[in-house]
């Protein structure tokens, strides 16, 4: 594709509720990372996904964050039982081997109620 | 830890005046460093990049940053500041040794342009 693609876009939630976030790499890029970012605070690191297994997660807030990824596609960020402490736009990145700069997407912009 | 720290949280200048952004970085004996834009309601957009080579890099939007390695440092400059450059700036670093794909992000620096 011609970009990094997310969706939702938005997404609002009750407390308490599961929810997955997508994220559509660019084609051919092996790296993959999430991010969080709480409104007005910079970029905070979640995971980072090599092909599709994940040597660093050291970013994962708690348990209740999870993440997975089908080969060098796709991947789903999911958050069960969501906290109002949660919301954030979630980013996602794509970085070709050999190349370290990341390409982002627009983000998903989560509300828990 | 690897850490990249950004000292200013936010800073105003004036249109047509110089800017530098502040960035600094705590490990890694082969850093490569970004400098990212992220305008209000728009993703992330890198400006300009550091690998190896030349310390004085140019990226586009007119941004330059220089890399000094003696003080741990990557800064960002403008020379005439324009009122579309206002923003949040975002610097980032990795090791190409230590830890290969993996870019740490510093907390940001939120840039206003007044008339």
């Known amino acids: 594709g011609a970009g990094v693609s997310q969706s939702p876009s938005n997404k609002v939630t009750e407390k308490g509720k599961d929810v997955e976030l997508r994220c559509d790499p660019i084609?051919?890029?092996?790296?993959l990372y999430w991010y969080r970012q709480r409104l007005g605070q910079g970029l905070e690191f979640l995971i980072y996904f090599q092909g599709n297994s994940a040597p660093d997660k050291s970013g994962l807030p708690s348990d209740r964050f999870s993440a997975e990824r089908t080969g060098e596609s796709v991947s789903t960020l999911t958050i069960q039982r969501t906290q109002q402490e949660d919301s954030a736009v979630y980013l996602c990145a794509s970085s070709r081997r050999g190349s370290e700069t990341q390409y982002f997407g627009p983000g998903t912009r989560l509300l828990v109620l | 830890a690897q850490s990249v720290t950004q000292p200013d949280i936010h800073i105003t200048v004036s249109e047509g005046a110089s800017l530098e952004l502040r960035c600094n970085y705590s490990?890694?004996?082969?850093?490569?460093l970004f400098w990212y834009v992220q305008s209000p309601g728009q993703g992330l957009q890198l400006l300009l990049k550091y690998f190896s080579g030349d310390t004085l890099v140019q990226g586009i939007k007119g941004f330059e940053a220089e890399f000094k390695r003696s003080q741990s440092s990557f800064n960002l400059r403008k020379p005439s500041v324009h009122w579309s450059d206002a923003a949040e700036y975002f610097c980032?670093?990795?090791?190409?040794?230590?830890?290969?794909?993996?870019?740490?992000f510093g907390p940001g620096t939120s840039l206003s342009v007044i008339p």
């Open positions: 490990y890694g004996a082969t850093p490569y």
């Open positions: 980032a670093s990795g090791d190409l040794e230590t830890s290969y794909d993996k870019v740490i």
């Open positions: 084609s051919g890029h092996t790296a």
